[in-house]
Every structure is written in C-alpha cells, then in structure tokens.
C-alpha cells in the first residue's frame, strides 16, 4: 500500500475513548498511541518513549499525563517529559519530548494526520452534530474491496452514497437515516471501519447496524478466501 502521508484517517469513535486510558493504533504500518488524559480531547502520538523505545500505548494516564510503564517517566499533553521518578529532583530537559500526530475529533470519529508539519484540512464531512457511536470493527480485505462491498451492501433499506472522500464514507440510509464510515488503513489487507450514524437512529437501530456490520465483515472476507 502506498502511503500517502498528508490524509486524515478515522482511527477510532470518540465515545470508546475512555478518560485516563491509552489505546495502540496503527496506521499505514505506523505504530501510534491514541490517549486521553482525566479530562481533555483525544492526543495521538508515536507509539514509542523517548527513553527506551517502550510503547507508550502499554502506559498508563495520571492526570492529563502519559506516564511509560517501563520506569515511569511522564509525558504532559504537548509530549514534553515532564517527570523521572528514577531522578525526582532533575527537571528533564526540553529535548525529551514524545513526538505527536495532529489529532481532531469530529462527526465522533477520532481522527488523525501523518503529516505532523502542515497537514492539509480535514475534509468537510457535512453538519458535525448529532453523530451516534456505532461501532468499530476490524477487516480482512483492501480498501478498494471494502469500499466496493460497502457500497453494494444491504443495511436494511436502500441506501446511496452521499459523499466519498480518500478515507471515508457517508451514505443515506432509507429516509432519515444517514451513516458515516471512516477507513483506517492498518495495512494492505486489514482495514478498520469507525462508523457513526445521524438522523433516525436509535439505540435499537444502532444495534441493528452493528450486527449488519458484522455480516458485511463476514462476507468480505469469505469472498476473499474463495479467491
């Protein structure tokens, strides 16, 4: 898969992103730790201490702090080291800094940028309110098959496309019922689908989606074995 570095990927739904928690993600191959601290916006950096290369998605969260679980040293929201419990009186240097991905979140999909120097916007998806998580789900194919089975898919009534971007989706689901499907690239044969929906969308419908999504998994991937 070629990776083109200056996209926005969905990497995940916002509502599943706990406080105090942090969460390993992967994109295009790219190791990244996506975390929230006790109170604040979703940050996504490089999946790795400054220290000693330990992945800081193993770490754990004091505060608005990613602390790496290997000896402790705590990383404020900015990346900056800010702690050594090993050297308690020592103020760490301004070089010690956990590198960071631009990171939005928005129509309840967490998002995220390569591009760490300029990124380009993040494309216009439409009106932001009244997104509901749907659910996450993990498959086995290309992009170009899941979009492919997205599209010719039955999510219950008939469906069309409303707008296509390089990572993402929206369809129009019946009447009143619209649903957004970001595409995160894991590698050139795993694709992670955050899907939100708007409109009609109750929590009975919203379960309803999440077992289609299942079967829409199902079926991508038993196409791929018959190959």
Same mark, same amino acid.
């Given at each position: 898969m070629g990776i083109e570095h200056n996209q926005w990927r969905g990497i995940g $739904?916002?509502?599943?992103?706990?406080?105090a928690s942090s969460n390993p993600v992967i994109v295009n191959g790219e190791m990244l730790a996506m975390w929230r601290g006790e109170n604040g916006p979703v940050r996504v950096w490089e999946d790795r201490c400054p220290h000693r290369g330990m992945r800081l998605s193993f770490g754990f969260v004091r505060g608005d702090s990613l602390r790496c679980i290997y000896h402790g040293w705590a990383y404020r929201t900015d990346g900056q080291c800010v702690e050594i419990p090993a050297h308690p009186d020592l103020t760490p240097p301004k070089t010690i800094c956990a590198?960071? /991905?631009?990171? *939005? !979140?928005? /129509?309840?999909?967490?998002? !995220? =940028?390569? *591009?760490?120097?300029?990124?380009?916007? $993040?494309? +216009?998806?439409?009106?932001? +309110?009244?997104w509901e998580p749907v659910r996450s789900l993990y498959v086995n194919g290309s992009a170009a098959q899941v979009e492919a089975a997205i599209e010719a898919f039955d999510f219950g009534a008939p469906s069309m496309v409303r707008l296509k971007h390089a990572n993402a989706i929206a $369809?129009?689901?019946?009447?009143?019922? *619209?649903?957004?499907?970001? $595409?995160?690239?894991?590698? +050139? =044969?795993?694709?992670?689908?955050?899907v939100v929906a708007r409109g009609a969308s109750t929590p009975e419908t919203r379960a309803s989606l999440a077992r289609r999504l299942q079967r829409l998994r199902t079926e991508i991937e038993m196409a791929q074995e018959k190959k």
């Open positions: $739904l916002d509502r599943q992103v706990q406080p590198a960071s /991905y631009p990171a *939005e !979140t928005r /129509y309840g999909i967490v998002w !995220t =940028n390569l *591009e760490r120097a300029a990124p380009s916007p $993040l494309p +216009d998806l439409g009106p932001e +309110d009244g $369809l129009g689901i019946g009447v009143e019922l *619209e649903l957004l499907i970001a $595409l995160q690239p894991v590698a +050139d =044969n795993r694709i992670g689908l955050h």
